[in-house]
């Protein structure tokens, strides 16, 4: 069994700038073999993907982060990150990684951000 633990949320104002981290642990082996994403969900909105990287270095991103997002990797560490700046009120939810696509036995307790003033 695989546990993803996300950290780095918080409370910032609109313009600023976070970085989350997701550190995977348990029965996971060649962590660089997964594709990754992260993962958000607002009040009262289905979960959404924010972004993905794929094994072969490609990421995806939803439109609404475009510019603003950057997610990374440390394979030796087994860790995903969320670079995320510019942040909007909008971008208020509570974010989650998982694998990409998700496996639905994966999902952690996620980590909180909220955008404002």
């Known amino acids: 069994q695989v546990q993803l633990v996300e950290s780095g949320g918080g409370l910032v104002q609109p313009g600023g700038s976070l970085r989350l981290s997701c550190a995977a642990s348990g029965t996971i082996f060649g962590f660089g073999r997964y594709s990754m994403g992260w993962y958000r969900q607002a009040p009262g909105k289905q979960r959404e993907l924010v972004a993905a990287l794929t094994i072969a270095g490609s990421t995806n991103y939803a439109d609404s982060v475009k510019g603003r997002f950057t997610i990374s990797r440390d394979n030796a560490n087994n860790t995903v990150y969320l670079q995320m700046s510019s942040l909007k009120p909008e971008d208020t939810a509570v974010y989650y990684c998982?694998?990409?696509?998700?496996?639905?036995?994966?999902w952690g307790q996620g980590t909180q951000v909220t955008v404002s003033s």
């Open positions: 998982n694998f990409y696509p998700v496996r639905q036995t994966s």
